[in-house]
């Protein structure tokens, strides 16, 4: 029997790879005679450079970049062993989690140093760049990270202009004579959102007060993306143009790719070909809803599996909708916390501890339902081995 475990994290709790080395170790242990695939995964969220760096046999790069106030900082991203293909997030120069509270505010904030950790990809010789761009600091429609790479953008006096949020309405002219030549470099985006450059729907009213902006800061952030298009000649509507601040529509001006998180991390680490011989198929994440319907990565990996016709269940630490879950294809969709006899808080069903033993504990019943156990009496002392 072949059994493929596909997981992303559960956040704040267990990495996707300690999930699936725990499925591996429960699956083992219980079935000695079973395969057992072990595949960490991501959405295009947190983990997914972490993920496509282990496909990719990636190591990690140090290098010095500015954070989103322009502060100097030491960042890194992953190069493949080939030295090709570099992967990285934006996230880690003009991410909002490297900014205090007090801090945010997409008005002063810019994507400088997302051009300056693409700029030292390209000197270290690599021709294709993993980027995502979650959980920006940003709305500075990627004027920023143009900047780094030697754009120019100029008043109606033709004063240089700083390329913050607040200063998108002041541009008049974009001088890009001396943009890093990019002809040969492959940038593939990670990309989960389809918003707009600007609009009700685009990326100041939707994004921009997360990360500090008031109401009349909004306005003038919407206004300054309005405007900027008005001197570009990338469609503002493209689907991904008003991601991470608009910085999706200045790497279409590049000729970036706009990719699924999901889709990209699947087909890097070939999903497709470990399950086309496969039995079952476990997959999860923290929480598992009608929100997972969306794009999620146990959704991406239910479609795939449907193609092979493998039967697929979901885990997560709290399983809400499921009635429409089971509608979309999943054979079974179990929270590892209903094997607790007592009631516990969340935070303490999150401790990686209680996890652990919840997650095997419940790989452990699953293989009762799911497999053919010659000798269930063995189960309680595998269960002592494996906790």
Known sequence: MKIVAAFDSFKGSLSAQDIVTIVGKAVRTTLPNAT????????????????????LNASWQICNAHDALMRPITTKYAIS??????????????????LSSEERNPMLTTTFGVGEMLKDAISKGCKHILLGIGGSATN??????????????????????????????????????YLLDLSNINIEVICDVTNPLYGPNGAAYVYARQKGANNTEIATLDKGLRHLSTLCSIFPNTPGAGAAGGLGYAL?????????????????ANLAHHIADADLIITGEGKIDRQTLCGKLPLAVLQKAKQAKVPVVALAGCVEDNELLLVAGFQEV????????????????????IATKNLCETIIQLL????????????????????
Do not use: W
């Open 334 to 353: 179990k929270s590892i916390n209903d094997i607790c006899i007592s009631s516990l808080p969340i935070p303490q069903l999150m401790q990686p501890t």
């Open 140 to 177: 500075d429609a990627g004027i920023g990270m143009l900047a780094a790479l030697g754009v120019k953008f100029y008043d109606n006096h033709k004063r240089e202009v700083t390329p913050i949020g607040r200063n998108l309405q002041n541009i008049s002219t974009i001088d890009r004579r």
């Open 368 to 387: 009762k339902i799911y497999t053919p156990i010659s000798n269930k009496t063995t189960l309680n002392e595998e269960r002592k081995h494996l906790l």
């Open 252 to 268: 279409l001006s590049l000729n970036a790719q706009l990719k699924n998180g999901a889709e990209l991390v699947l087909n890097t």
């Open 36 to 55: 057992i695939t072990e595949l960490p995964l991501a959405d295009g969220g947190e983990g997914t450079t972490e993920a496509l760096a282990h496909y």
């Open 81 to 98: 062993s080939n030295g090709t293909t570099a992967i990285m997030d934006m996230a880690s120069a003009a991410g909002l989690t490297l």
